[in-house]
């Protein structure tokens, strides 16, 4: 019997260990969706940013090997997802996308703008965010398939493209191929004796050590062999979830958005172990050169390009795989006695006294302040809810994760580096549809939540157990109070009355046929809430905040007498410490 290529293309990709495909269908694509729907279990979207972004989330958050794939039509089909692919890109995560194309005999090959219908060069468009980005034009035995797909999760991930000619997908399918599975390139980076020595040596001699656990470190690798000393564990925001704030020693996510008790510990650590992390502009501060002043830095990292890119200055770097790194420290620390407890006890005082939100931001009643309300709501959650913080403005970056003590079993995931708006809802939806047994909660602000808000209708079709809060500061705070400190409040396209018009949130959600709620000072904390935030199913909540609310602490930067933008250090956070917190706070300074 004669099989259709398309047919065993789809085939293969289920040998791989894909389980989903998430897609918006299109002529382009026609006979690869037939054949996916006979094997996958197939999720449809109404865009393919809201697509692209949820099968990043989803495989970020997957148990039991779950694995989805992106498919998407040729020209705008492609376009539309590319958000979505920058941001796997950007936080080193698993991607494929399977996308469309004209017929071969129907490419312009750069000569001209198009000939075949719907027909771009997305080979060209996606080859810097990818891997690997080729077009399929004629047909790929299985196993140089699975060479090129095993890129996205081999070695540091990223997505893969391929773009697949419509006439490749209507030709007849290969004979029986056998795969042929060689081993993981991953295996020739596992840390060396001398190099696991050197780490653990410094280890025994740091006075005060902070162990920074990045999302190359993997949600299954232990981290019992550092806990047993009680060594401190800070983590990044790609890292966030691989330790619970239950563990004594926990030192936060530090970060130029991260929490002002976690930067201070960071801050005046003299030895960080940097496992996993790219350690980014981000994670240091602009001003990395004052980065740890003390601190001998040691980072791990997969990708040399990372090791030498110049910031911050390293002690030493070490290209291994961070999760072998752990293993292998673990052991040599095992028989080890570690006595750091002054370093224990200060960490242990500041976490007590500043983790909580700052009370200089303030809300008129009947707002809800932001900080506040997020930091009540982690607090309400439980061990096995999936957290979805927004990847930007004043409902991420700015404010949720300044707060969030995620609890150990939760999941987090947020994307960060690329901060694009729009991200919260899909990614929840995603997150969600590999952990159908578990409670997704996402805090999204309603200027994002209105780039994506498309997607509720599949929120609601698959009955997903999402709750759903959008941060109503009517329009978009980040930009607002950027516009406010930096321009003299001369604002410009951030809310109703500078031309931004968004959406009747509650009456938009209902349209939807999801449960909605308006929160405010009077209706939350209440009955009405609880049963509704316990209840199955999805549920929107419309959290009112103030749009003149402030969301400190913050790092500031002005120019100096040359006109260049200078920043503070990650732990000189406005509003500043009075003279009696920096004797308490900052003695190792």
Request: proline residues 4%; charged residues 20%.
């Given at each position: 019997?004669?099989?259709?290529?398309?047919?065993?293309?789809?085939?293969?990709?289920?040998?791989?260990?894909?389980?989903?495909?998430?897609?918006?269908?299109?002529?382009?694509?026609?006979?690869?969706?037939?054949?996916?729907?006979?094997?996958?279990?197939?999720?449809?979207?109404?865009?393919?940013?809201?697509?692209?972004?949820?099968?990043?989330?989803?495989?970020?958050?997957?148990?039991?090997?779950?694995?989805?794939?992106?498919?998407?039509?040729?020209?705008?089909?492609?376009?539309?997802?590319?958000?979505?692919?920058?941001?796997?890109?950007?936080?080193?995560?698993?991607?494929?996308?399977?996308?469309?194309?004209?017929?071969?005999?129907?490419?312009?090959?750069?000569?001209?703008?198009?000939?075949?219908?719907?027909?771009?060069?997305?080979?060209?468009?996606?080859?810097?965010?990818?891997?690997?980005?080729?077009?399929?034009?004629?047909?790929?035995?299985?196993?140089?398939?699975?060479?090129?797909?095993?890129?996205?999760?081999?070695?540091?991930?990223?997505?893969?493209?391929?773009?697949?000619?419509?006439?490749?997908?209507?030709?007849?399918?290969?004979?029986?191929?056998?795969?042929?599975?060689?081993?993981?390139?991953?295996?020739?980076?596992?840390?060396?004796?001398?190099?696991?020595?050197?780490?653990?040596?410094?280890?025994?001699?740091?006075?005060?050590?902070?162990?920074?656990?990045?999302?190359?470190?993997?949600?299954?690798?232990?981290?019992?062999?550092?806990?047993?000393?009680?060594?401190?564990?800070?983590?990044?925001?790609?890292?966030?979830?691989?330790?619970?704030?239950?563990?004594?020693?926990?030192?936060?996510?530090?970060?130029?958005?991260?929490?002002?008790?976690?930067?201070?510990?960071?801050?005046?650590?003299?030895?960080?172990?940097?496992?996993?992390?790219?350690?980014?502009?981000?994670?240091?501060?602009?001003?990395?050169?004052?980065?740890?002043?003390?601190?001998?830095?040691?980072?791990?990292?997969?990708?040399?390009?990372?090791?030498?890119?110049?910031?911050?200055?390293?002690?030493?770097?070490?290209?291994?795989?961070?999760?072998?790194?752990?293993?292998?420290?673990?052991?040599?620390?095992?028989?080890?006695?570690?006595?750091?407890?002054?370093?224990?006890?200060?960490?242990?005082?500041?976490?007590?006294?500043?983790?909580?939100?700052?009370?200089?931001?303030?809300?008129?009643?009947?707002?809800?302040?932001?900080?506040?309300?997020?930091?009540?709501?982690?607090?309400?959650?439980?061990?096995?809810?999936?957290?979805?913080?927004?990847?930007?403005?004043?409902?991420?970056?700015?404010?949720?994760?300044?707060?969030?003590?995620?609890?150990?079993?939760?999941?987090?995931?947020?994307?960060?580096?690329?901060a694009s708006m729009g991200y919260g809802l899909p990614g929840a939806i995603g997150a969600s549809l590999a952990n159908v047994k578990r409670r997704t909660i996402l805090f999204e602000g309603d200027?994002?939540?209105?780039?994506?808000?498309?997607?509720?209708?599949?929120?609601?079709?698959?009955?997903?157990?999402l709750k759903i809060f959008i941060m109503d500061n009517q329009g978009y705070q980040s930009i607002r109070n950027n516009q406010k400190t930096s321009f003299n409040g001369h604002y410009v396209g951030?809310?109703?009355?500078?031309?931004?018009?968004?959406?009747?949130?509650?009456?938009?959600?209902?349209?939807?046929?999801?449960?909605?709620?308006?929160?405010?000072?009077?209706?939350?904390?209440?009955?009405?809430?609880?049963?509704?935030?316990?209840?199955?199913?999805?549920?929107?909540?419309?959290?009112?905040?103030?749009?003149?609310?402030?969301?400190?602490?913050?790092?500031?930067?002005?120019?100096?007498?040359?006109?260049?933008?200078?920043?503070?250090?990650?732990?000189?956070?406005?509003?500043?410490?009075?003279?009696?917190?920096?004797?308490?706070?900052?003695?190792?300074?």
């Open positions: 019997m004669t099989i259709k290529y398309s047919d065993q293309f789809m085939s293969w990709l289920k040998e791989f260990g894909y389980t989903h495909c998430f897609y918006v269908a299109g002529g382009n694509v026609m006979h690869l969706l037939e054949a996916a729907s006979h094997i996958f279990v197939c999720v449809p979207f109404v865009h393919e940013a809201g697509a692209a972004i949820a099968t990043d989330y989803f495989n970020e958050s997957s148990i039991n090997r779950k694995k989805a794939f992106l498919l998407v039509t040729a020209g705008p089909g492609l376009t539309n997802a590319i958000t979505g692919i920058a941001g796997a890109w950007t936080e080193s995560r698993e991607l494929l996308v399977i996308g469309g194309q004209a017929k071969s005999t129907e490419i312009g090959r750069g000569k001209y703008r198009q000939i075949g219908f719907q027909e771009i060069d997305g080979v060209t468009l996606c080859k810097s965010i990818t891997k690997a980005s080729l077009r399929i034009e004629n047909k790929l035995s299985k196993n140089e398939l699975f060479g090129i797909v095993e890129k996205t999760w081999s070695d540091r991930k990223g997505p893969v493209f391929l773009e697949f000619c419509l006439d490749v997908s209507l030709q007849n399918g290969y004979e029986f191929e056998e795969l042929i599975v060689k081993k993981s390139t991953i295996q020739n980076f596992i840390i060396s004796n001398m190099d696991a020595k050197l780490i653990s040596d410094e280890i025994k001699k740091s006075e005060r050590p902070v162990i920074l656990i990045g999302g190359g470190i993997s949600r299954g690798t232990s981290l019992e062999g550092l806990i047993k000393h009680g060594l401190p564990i800070a983590t990044t925001f790609n890292g966030i979830d691989r330790i619970g704030c239950e563990y004594e020693f926990y030192a936060g996510h530090p970060n130029w958005y991260g929490a002002r008790w976690a930067n201070l510990i960071i801050q005046q650590s003299d030895l960080i172990i940097a496992l996993g992390t790219r350690l980014g502009i981000m994670q240091v501060g602009y001003n990395w050169q004052s980065f740890a002043p003390q601190a001998k830095i040691v980072q791990v990292e997969l990708d040399d390009d990372e090791l030498n890119k110049g910031f911050p200055k390293l002690f030493k770097g070490i290209r291994a795989d961070a999760n072998s790194a752990i293993s292998e420290v673990s052991k040599l620390l095992r028989d080890s006695r570690i006595n750091i407890s002054e370093w224990q006890n200060f960490i242990s005082m500041v976490r007590r006294d500043l983790s909580g939100p700052e009370e200089v931001n303030t809300a008129e009643k009947p707002y809800l302040e932001a900080m506040k309300f997020v930091s009540s709501i982690i607090s309400l959650s439980t061990s096995t809810d999936i957290l979805i913080p927004c990847s930007s403005g004043a409902a991420g970056y700015e404010g949720a994760m300044r707060v969030i003590l995620n609890k150990t079993g939760q999941k987090v995931i947020t994307s960060n580096a690329l200027g994002g939540f209105a780039q994506n808000s498309q997607e509720l209708g599949t929120a609601k079709i698959n009955n997903l157990n951030c809310d109703r009355e500078t031309g931004l018009f968004l959406p009747d949130w509650i009456a938009l959600s209902k349209s939807f046929d999801i449960e909605t709620m308006e929160l405010n000072s009077e209706t939350f904390p209440g009955k009405q809430f609880d049963n509704l935030f316990c209840q199955e199913g999805p549920a929107v909540f419309v959290v009112r905040i103030d749009p003149n609310q402030s969301y400190w602490p913050r790092i500031l930067s002005s120019r100096d007498e040359t006109g260049n933008l200078v920043s503070n250090p990650i732990h000189k956070m406005h509003p500043p410490l009075n003279a009696e917190h920096e004797k308490k706070y900052l003695p190792f300074l």
